[in-house]
């Protein structure tokens, strides 16, 4: 979590420091097919999850000292990602003090080893990426590997070809089938490197805001521009390609947040984008803008909004039982109960409503770190990205009722890591010359008022400062 030299504050280049773990976190999530785990482990680990471990422990060494650059104290992002972390292992405690089936605790115990990983990613992040230039190398990685995971289901979806056969990596094994490509409505369905197609969607729907804003940003502050639109192309195409609503969904939460953030003219430009990038998806791939729509049209017919229903119904019998502290952390099997698809409502069946709570007090964190660093920062390229970072955190808050997040490692990954973004950049506005401006400013008083109160004071309190105020009726105390 730390280097030779602070990170990127002085304007210095860091060698190695939480940055750079965290580089190589988003790269091992997303360039690594989610199949592979690591050989020689009794339990299925990804490479993902041992990074995250990794950042973890070295977080708390790094709290043990305050020579290595890494922040302290209280952050909204970190009490957030404490508190959910505090639910997780009391509803973990409370489930295994009874007895459960065998197969339920394996997946409880592997259900807490990913949630203290990407729980430790995220706090790790948020006290050791420090400066807005390693904040935009972290993001960069991010988009460099989301595009990666694109481009391998761009080619799933267009020539059936399946890239992820060649990396398998030494030192790792398939968990399970290597098989990435579903099908809807007469397409491929394409999964990148991702487990799913909608948690292909859904990934690339959050990292595109992250490619449009550093595209923005070469045309305003200069610097690259072409990698960005491009990477951004391929985010946008292949979260078209999902065939997922989750992905479609998240595309507009995210355009609600950043096109009324734009001046007017790049406004209009954006919607126009948008349209003529319809328009183009419509051409080159026919029939697949109109099979997006009927996932909407019709899905009152549709089976997997049935399977959706019959969830509610499911939950409904489990959620009285376990109310605050639920059935617990990862015992409620899909393959054993039934599917929910729904993060909000399968917390609530394991996490009980405490768990539920405290999700959606994370979500708000970080939304109120990334807000917070726009409205006190004066630096355009702060403001543009704490509304960026708001846009990607809303992708996965509003995906979490239409597909089981937690239960897909990559989108969990990447969420906890602009959770931890969103923290950090707050920190780096919190550490700008000045101070921090307060939230609500004091109400400007009325020139009328103002006169009146000159009135009142009259010139003897003016002229004379050092002389304590007294009230008519109130007479100065003598000593004796």
Known sequence: MAGEQLPDQTGG?????????????????????AALVIKGLPMSLTPGVAIGLLMGVLWFLAQMVSTLGVAKGRNAART?????VCSQLATYGYATYGYLPGDELAAADRTLITVMAVVAV??????????LARIDRVLKAMIVGATFMAFVGILQFMAALDLTQYLMLPGLRANGSMSYVLERSNFRR???????????????????????????????????????????AILAVASMQSLSRSAILGLAIAAIFIIPAMAPKRRVKALWGMLGFLIAMRLMVPGLVGTLLSLFTSISVDPSAESRRRAVERAGKEIPEHLFLGRGLGTYLPEKYGWLDNQYL??????GAIGLALLIFLYLAAMYCAFRARLASKDPRIKDLGVTLAACIAVPSISSATFDLIGFAVATGYTFLLIGIAGALWRTVQEQPGGIPPLLT??????????????????????????????????????A
């Open 13 to 33: 280049k860091a060698r190695f420091d939480g940055a750079t773990i965290a580089c190589v976190y988003a790269l091992a999530m997303t360039v690594i097919p």
């Open 80 to 84: 957030a990602l404490f508190l959910f």
């Open 122 to 131: 995220g706090i790790a992040v948020t006290d050791g990426v420090r400066g």
């Open 190 to 232: 394409p999964a990148g490197t991702s487990g799913h197609p909608i948690e292909f969607g859904v990934v690339c729907a959050m990292t595109v805001p992250l490619a449009l804003h550093y595209a923005l940003r070469g045309l305003d502050h200069g610097g690259q521009t072409k990698r960005w639109w491009l990477c951004l």
């Open 346 to 351: 399968g917390t609530l069946v394991q996490n």
């Open 442 to 479: 004091p109400p400007a008083q009325r020139p009328g008022r103002l006169r009146r109160r000159h009135h009142r004071d009259g010139p003897t309190t003016r002229s004379r400062p050092d002389r304590p105020r007294t009230r008519p009726d109130q007479r100065p105390e003598v000593s």
